[in-house]
Each structure stands twice: as structure tokens, then as C-alpha cells.
């Protein structure tokens, strides 16, 4: 028999706090621990007193959901007690010697799922929309979780299976009796498919960084005003700013919210040839290893300064990164500030004069980082999830095999068996027939009692 699981549902702190209780057993359970043996009528709260033994717990608001009417589809029972920590752990151990198990991670919408209640694809929109800290990431979620995002797979799937069906059916066709499909229709179709692919794996880079949020790493020389830039594009003074090189000796980091988009800067050390300690060189390492893991390199210049050595090097190195990189001219407040650079193909990048102590140009930085997180779709159709990205190339690639077989006049065997490879991509993203293991891994993501 299926076990019955229980978790804190709700975050810890809170006037009220909620427990969540599926399985077989949740109404028993549920019975005992409020010494009621009557009907707990679904779907609507009663307030009951929970005992612990002969004492009084707590008073709490209670609600049984009936399966299959329920998150799970199971029989399941919230618990919306005070939200004393004392409270909610002693009920979950209550529930535990009564016989519930500590739910896993995700176990709810994992059960949720295995029980038809929501697709794989609908299930990490739940996992995204409860991670997600701003507006565009939870619209993003929000298109997953209500189903659009698998409406539109279903209808490619389904075009497929279509299409898959009429091959099938004339190999079996010994006789020869059906008119033989053209492949012209057959090339329309997979076309139309391929489209369709085409316009959601296109979103993906978009997609991952409203999600995720844009990784920015500030580099540069010692005092070139890094630092400064980080506490002024954020509002406060988060790192140390001083007028001594080599102030900033680890990653500072930090989220910012600009038009409803998360972005992620990181301060890093400043890159000189001969650091002071191992300390420093510690930090420069992790300055490097910012700049690989970043979106878009922010490079600060001290623009009354000329060029260093170091920093000519530096900007080869960034050069190899081969990210999308702003050369910052900050300190344009002072006297021979210069408003342009010399440095190899410079032509390709956009210099921007910026003052962190007059507040100039900062505004123009923020607008520019996130321009191109602006270009959601207009059916707001996006992919931002590595696993539906690389499923839907995988089933790309192999319609392009079909397309490609057709061209060299491939018999009906072959083009079924790439269009069996694609339909396997398909459902396998929305979770059809995704194997065990791998589910529980994307469930193992999601937060505690869910
Ligand atoms: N005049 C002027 N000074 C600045 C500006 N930005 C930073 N500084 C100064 O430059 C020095 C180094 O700044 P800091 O942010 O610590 O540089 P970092 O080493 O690159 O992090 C400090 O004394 C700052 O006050 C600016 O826009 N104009
Ligand atoms: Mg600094």
C-alpha cells in the first residue's frame, strides 16, 4: 500500500503555519488526532482541537480533500495550525508514530504527478513559480504551470503520432491497397513540427535568463571603481570601497531587481600582476572564474587613468570569454577623463562613460544589461528549463533526419523510425515515459512540502 506522507507545507516564522498530510491513511490519521470519529466533510475547514496524548496541542483550522479531488489525487488533509515551531514539529512527530512517513522533497507533486494530476512539463512550472522573485520569472511559471507550454507539445506530439500512423499502417499494407502518402504532405507536416520547435528552443536563451536571472561579473584593475559600481547600481553601500588597491580580495554578490528582472552582479578583486598575498591571489583566481560563469562582463576602466599593462592583458582574456561585455568608463567626473579606449577590436564593444560618484550613466547600464530579457514572445511561450530545451533539440535533429531521408527517396521504415525517435523526445519531456530515477531527480528539486 502506497505510504502516507506528511511535511510543514508553509515557511517556518509565520502567525499560522501549514501541515500537509496525503496517503491512504490521512483521514484516520486525521480522525485520531482529534479524537472525532464523525464525517470530516471534503473541502471544507472545521476547527478542531489536535491532542497531543491527553493534552491539548493546538486549536487549528482543518481541511480534508477527498481522492481524487485533491493537489496528490490522494486523500489529503491540511492542518493550519499556529505557527509555532514547537507546534509543527510535534504534530509532524505525531503524525509519524501514528504511522505517516516524512515526505521527501517534491514527493507531493511527484504523487501529484505519477496520479495524472499534472504533466512533468506542468509540474516544473510549480517548482519554478514557488522559486521565483519577480514578475517575469512568474509569468514564465505561470505558462508552464497552467498548461500552455504542454498544449502546445501535446499538439506537436500529436501531429507526429498522426502522421506516424498513416506511415504504419501502409507498411503493414502487404497488398498495397492504400494510396500511398506524398511526401510532399509528409515534408509539410514534419515542416510544420519543426517550426513550431524552432520558435520555442529559440526562446530558450531568453527564457534560462529570466528564470535564473542575468550573471553579471564586474572586472577590472585595483580602484578602478568596481567596487563603487556594484554599490551604486544596487542602491547601497554593499562592498568596501577604499582608495587601497587590492580592497577587495573575495566575490561579493548581489541581486538586483531592474523592470522586473533579476540580475545577479558580482564584485570581483581587482586583476593586477603581483598580488600582495596568497589572499589576493585566491580572490583574482575567483575573479577569472566569475567571468567564465557570467552572462555579460562588465569591464571598469578608470577613464583618467591610461591603460595598464594588466589591463591590456586582462582584456585579451576577456576577449577569449567570448561574452557579451560593456567597457565601462568610470570616473568620468574627472578632469581628462577620456570618453573612449584603445583596445583591440573595441569597435565590436560598447563603451559607456559612467560615474559612480555623480550617479551618471547608471541608468543606461541597467537599460542595457536587461534589453534583451524585454523580448518574451508575445504568446508568452518560453522555454527556461535545460531538460525541455535539449529534449526538443534532440527531437529536432531527428526530424531533420526524416526530412533528410525523404529527400533520398528513404522507405516508410526509416522515416517511422525517426519519427518514433522524435515522438520519444516528446513524451519524455512531459513526462510519458520518463524513467524513475531521472524523476526523481527533477522531483528531488523542488522545496519541502510540495
Ligand atoms: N572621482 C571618482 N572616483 C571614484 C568613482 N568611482 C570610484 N571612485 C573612487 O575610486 C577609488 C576606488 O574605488 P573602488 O570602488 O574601491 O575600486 P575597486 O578597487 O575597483 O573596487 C575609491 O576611492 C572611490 O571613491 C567615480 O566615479 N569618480
Ligand atoms: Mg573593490
Redesign the pocket.
Known amino acids: 500500500m502506497q505510504s502516507t506522507i506528511c511535511a510543514l507545507a508553509s515557511g517556518q516564522g509565520g502567525a499560522v503555519a501549514l501541515v500537509r498530510l496525503s496517503g491512504p491513511r490521512a483521514l484516520d490519521l486525521l480522525k485520531s488526532l482529534t479524537h472525532k470519529d464523525g464525517a470530516f466533510a471534503p473541502r471544507q475547514q472545521v476547527f478542531c482541537t489536535i491532542y497531543d496524548g491527553g493534552n491539548i496541542l493546538d486549536k487549528a483550522l482543518v481541511t480534508y480533500f477527498q481522492a481524487p479531488h485533491s493537489f496528490t489525487g490522494e486523500d489529503v488533509v491540511e492542518f493550519a495550525v499556529h505557527g509555532s515551531s514547537y507546534i509543527t514539529g510535534r504534530l509532524l512527530e505525531l503524525l509519524c508514530q501514528a504511522g505517516a512517513t516524512p515526505a521527501q522533497r517534491g514527493e507531493f507533486s511527484q504523487r501529484a504527478f505519477l496520479n495524472g494530476k499534472m504533466d512533468l512539463v506542468e509540474a516544473q512550472g510549480l517548482c519554478d513559480l514557488i522559486a521565483a522573485g519577480n514578475k517575469s520569472a512568474h509569468q514564465l511559471a505561470m505558462h508552464s504551470l497552467d498548461g500552455k507550454l504542454s498544449a502546445r507539445l501535446n499538439e506537436m506530439k500529436t501531429k507526429l503520432a498522426e502522421l506516424l500512423a498513416q506511415i504504419e499502417v501502409r507498411l503493414d499494407d502487404v497488398d498495397e491497397e492504400m494510396q500511398p502518402l506524398s511526401p510532399d504532405f509528409i515534408r509539410q507536416e514534419i515542416s510544420a513540427v519543426l517550426t513550431h520547435i524552432q520558435t520555442l528552443t529559440d526562446t530558450f536563451s531568453v527564457g534560462r535568463l529570466i528564470k535564473d536571472g542575468l550573471k553579471v561579473a564586474i572586472v577590472?584593475a585595483?580602484?578602478?571603481?568596481?567596487?563603487?559600481?556594484l554599490n551604486a547600481l544596487v542602491g547601497f553601500d554593499r562592498?568596501i570601497?577604499?582608495?587601497i588597491?587590492g580592497?577587495?580580495r573575495d566575490t561579493v554578490e548581489e541581486t538586483l531587481e531592474v523592470n522586473g528582472q533579476k540580475i545577479i552582479l558580482t564584485?570581483t578583486a581587482?586583476i593586477r600582476a603581483h598580488a600582495l598575498d596568497v589572499a589576493e591571489q585566491e580572490g583574482m583566481r575567483r575573479s577569472l572564474r566569475a567571468m567564465e560563469q557570467a552572462d555579460v562582463i562588465l569591464f571598469?576602466l578608470d577613464a583618467a587613468r591610461p591603460l595598464s599593462a594588466e589591463e591590456k592583458q586582462l582584456w585579451n582574456d576577456i576577449e577569449k570569454a567570448h561574452k557579451r561585455t560593456l567597457v565601462i568608463l568610470?570616473?568620468?567626473?574627472?578632469p581628462g577623463a577620456v570618453s573612449t579606449v584603445d583596445l583591440p577590436h573595441i569597435a565590436d564593444y560598447k563603451q559607456l562613460s559612467?560615474?559612480?560618484?555623480?550617479n551618471i550613466g547608471l541608468d543606461e547600464i541597467k537599460t542595457i544589461l536587461t534589453a534583451p530579457m524585454n523580448n518574451a514572445p508575445t504568446d508568452g511561450l518560453m522555454l527556461s528549463n535545460l531538460r525541455h530545451y535539449e529534449a526538443l533539440l534532440r527531437a529536432q535533429t531527428e526530424l531533420e533526419s526524416t526530412l533528410i531521408r525523404l529527400k533520398n527517396h528513404a522507405g516508410g521504415e526509416i522515416q517511422a523510425e525517426h519519427l518514433r525517435g522524435a515522438l520519444k523526445y516528446l513524451k519524455d519531456l512531459l513526462g510519458e515515459i520518463t524513467p524513475d530515477d531521472i524523476l526523481g531527480i527533477i522531483f528531488s528539486k523542488f522545496c519541502m512540502g510540495k
Not at 585595483?222 to 559600481?229: D, Q, T
Not at 568610470?330 to 574627472?334: G, L, M, V
Not at 559612467?354 to 555623480?358: D, G, I, L, T, Y
Request: charged fraction near 30%; include cysteine; aromatic fraction near 0%.
Open positions: 577590472g585595483p580602484n578602478s571603481g568596481k567596487s563603487s559600481l562592498a570601497v577604499t582608495d588597491c580592497t577587495t564584485d581587482g571598469v568610470n570616473k568620468c567626473d574627472k559612467v560615474s559612480c560618484k555623480k
